[in-house]
C-alpha cells in the first residue's frame, strides 16, 4: 500500500514505466492564460539502474544550456534526486511531438560538445563533480533508443 502525497512523481507506480520515455507529468494554469507544462524524462529504469553523479551533473548543465538554443519557452531542466531522469519544465508549450524534437536536438549538440559549460567553481556549486564523456554516454544511450520515448508503459506481458 503506498501513501497518498502531495507530489505527482510519488503518486507513479515506478514498477509500470518502462524507460526511457517522455512522459508528460502534469500542467499548471496560471490566472493570466499561461500554462506550465512539466515533462519526465526518464533515461534510467526506475529501481533498476540510475545515471552516476558525475555523469547526471555534466548532462545537465549540457542539456539546460543547449536547449535554450532550440525554444525560449524553457523554464527549467533539473533532475531528479533518484537519478533516473530529469524535469524538464516548459511554459505555454504544448506540442508533445515538438519537445520531443528539441530533446532529440539538443542530446544531439551534447554529442558535439567539446566542454561542460559553467563547470568552473564560480558558476557550479560542485565542479569537481562532472564527466564530459559520461554525459555523452548518455545522450548516445537515450538517443538510441529515440523510438521508446513515447511509449512510457511496460507492455502486458
Same mark, same amino acid.
Given at each position: 500500500m503506498t501513501d497518498q502525497t502531495n507530489v505527482e512523481s510519488f503518486q507513479l507506480d515506478h514498477t509500470k514505466v518502462s524507460a526511457p520515455y517522455v512522459r508528460l507529468a502534469g500542467i499548471k494554469k496560471g490566472q493570466h492564460g499561461d500554462e506550465v507544462y512539466k515533462y519526465d524524462v526518464r533515461f534510467c529504469q526506475p529501481n533498476e539502474e540510475h545515471m552516476e553523479m558525475p555523469d547526471l551533473h555534466s548532462l545537465e548543465h549540457l542539456i539546460a544550456e543547449h536547449i535554450r538554443n532550440h525554444t525560449d519557452q524553457v523554464v527549467d531542466f533539473s533532475p531528479m534526486g533518484c537519478q533516473t531522469g530529469f524535469y524538464l519544465t516548459v511554459i505555454n508549450h504544448q506540442d508533445y511531438n515538438d519537445v520531443l524534437r528539441i530533446l532529440e536536438r539538443t542530446l544531439e549538440d551534447v554529442l558535439q560538445a567539446e566542454a561542460v559549460p559553467a563547470c568552473n567553481v564560480v558558476q557550479c556549486?560542485?565542479? $569537481?563533480?562532472?564527466?564530459?564523456?559520461?554525459?555523452? $554516454?548518455?545522450?548516445?544511450?537515450?538517443?538510441?533508443?529515440? $523510438?521508446e520515448w513515447p511509449q512510457v508503459w511496460k507492455q502486458a506481458e
Amino acid at each position: 500500500m503506498t501513501d497518498q502525497t502531495n507530489v505527482e512523481s510519488f503518486q507513479l507506480d515506478h514498477t509500470k514505466v518502462s524507460a526511457p520515455y517522455v512522459r508528460l507529468a502534469g500542467i499548471k494554469k496560471g490566472q493570466h492564460g499561461d500554462e506550465v507544462y512539466k515533462y519526465d524524462v526518464r533515461f534510467c529504469q526506475p529501481n533498476e539502474e540510475h545515471m552516476e553523479m558525475p555523469d547526471l551533473h555534466s548532462l545537465e548543465h549540457l542539456i539546460a544550456e543547449h536547449i535554450r538554443n532550440h525554444t525560449d519557452q524553457v523554464v527549467d531542466f533539473s533532475p531528479m534526486g533518484c537519478q533516473t531522469g530529469f524535469y524538464l519544465t516548459v511554459i505555454n508549450h504544448q506540442d508533445y511531438n515538438d519537445v520531443l524534437r528539441i530533446l532529440e536536438r539538443t542530446l544531439e549538440d551534447v554529442l558535439q560538445a567539446e566542454a561542460v559549460p559553467a563547470c568552473n567553481v564560480v558558476q557550479c556549486g560542485w565542479a $569537481a563533480s562532472h564527466s564530459l564523456s559520461g554525459a555523452k $554516454a548518455l545522450a548516445s544511450g537515450m538517443l538510441e533508443r529515440r $523510438a521508446e520515448w513515447p511509449q512510457v508503459w511496460k507492455q502486458a506481458e
